[in-house]
């Protein structure tokens, strides 16, 4: 539960609401990245709180303008109406996503090599590409699939990224592996499959480093907000979502790209939005146009699969673009990119 407090509200007045509220067993805390003031109550005794009496107590109190009870308050577009950027640091100068520039993340499934990640990387920046992806801890379903490089496989995608002057993203699956992965990456990525790996995300939401959050493939649009909410109400705002397809009837495609969950979650959130067209085809063919569609439907850009020798991708080969075809794609999404307002 979240409290608005009047702007003027005097010292002495929230001393007694500070008091009334650990009485009733809540610890309140500024929202650190808000300018309006805004205390986030957490319970303090191991009890379940009491919402209903906590929210009548918070109410008689003259400093309180609102009290906000939903499961994403921090994340809903009423909280910041102009939007978040949120900013990744890159070799030289930030990134910013969310902006005017719809920013394209490009590179391989897994990382196999240096060769690999150098010439992906050089042909990720030449066609315009602003992060260079990779994964060196891989969710994969089968136990007896390649499971990452792991820390060399960090250290191979960092150079990689510096070489070419491009900022990192990395899956992030454990917490006790924050540290070592926010020790190379400049985004660190939570799969689909750890939408709601909660002990991860109090992690990764008590660090200062910007977050990929991706939707589970089962999850709906509110259970996918109410987990970008466990990183903001521990005071980290740098959330970036990421619409990855969701498991549907349908077999043809990978996943079923929800395109209008792009839209939807731009009325609801403050947060930007991106979208993975390759694990949500799965299919080589099909993602150009399901980039363009995500582009014209108000994404702030793009992840995407590229390997060197697609064929050769030890993960998910079939959704693997060339870097021929990655650099024909963002030549046809810079005429849409000007007429959506966005620069590429
Ligand atoms: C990935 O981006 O490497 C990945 C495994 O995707 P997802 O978590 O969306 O399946
Ligand atoms: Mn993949």
């Not at 500024?30 to 929210?55: F, I, K, Q, R, Y």
């Not at 910041?80 to 993340?105: D, H, K, N």
């Amino acid at each position: 539960m979240l409290l608005q407090l009047q702007p003027e509200a005097p010292a002495a007045t929230l001393t007694a609401l500070i008091q009334d509220l650990l009485a009733a067993g809540l610890q309140p805390s500024p929202v650190p990245w808000l300018s309006a003031p805004v205390w986030s109550l957490a319970p303090t005794n191991g009890h379940p709180p009491d919402w209903p009496g906590a929210a009548r107590l918070a109410r008689s109190h003259a400093g309180v303008a609102a009290v906000l009870a939903g499961d994403f308050e921090l994340a809903s577009r009423a909280l910041r109406p102009a939007g978040t950027q949120v900013r990744v640091a890159a070799p030289v100068g930030t990134v910013a996503i969310g902006g005017g520039e719809f920013i394209v993340i490009a590179g391989p499934c897994s990382v196999e090599s240096w060769e690999q990640m150098r010439a992906t990387a050089e042909a990720a920046a030449a066609a315009g590409a602003r992060l260079l992806r990779g994964g060196a801890f891989k969710p994969r379903t089968s136990t007896y699939s390649f499971q990452g490089l792991g820390r060399p496989g960090l250290e191979l995608l960092a150079a990689a990224g510096r070489h070419a002057g491009l900022a990192v993203v990395t899956e992030v699956m454990a917490p006790e592996d924050v540290p070592l992965v926010a020790e190379y990456a400049d985004l660190l990525q939570v799969g689909a499959r750890n939408m709601q790996n909660f002990p991860l995300l109090k992690r990764l939401g008590r660090q200062r480093k910007p977050v990929l959050l991706k939707r589970g493939a089962g999850a709906s649009i509110a259970e996918w907000l109410a987990a970008a909410e466990y990183l903001l109400a521990r005071g980290n705002d740098q959330v970036v979502l990421c619409e990855r397809g969701i498991r549907t009837f349908e077999t043809y495609t990978r996943n079923t790209l929800d395109i209008s969950a792009v839209a939807a979650v731009k009325e609801l959130s403050h947060l930007p939005v991106l979208v993975d067209p390759s694990h949500a085809t799965g299919r080589r063919s099909l993602i150009a146009s399901a980039s363009r569609a995500a582009l014209a439907a108000g994404a702030d850009g793009l992840c995407l699969e590229v390997h060197i020798r697609p064929e050769e991708s030890i993960s998910d080969r079939e959704q693997a673009l060339s870097p021929e075809t990655f650099a024909a794609l963002m030549a046809s999404l810079r005429p849409l990119a000007a007429a959506c307002g966005r620069c590429l």
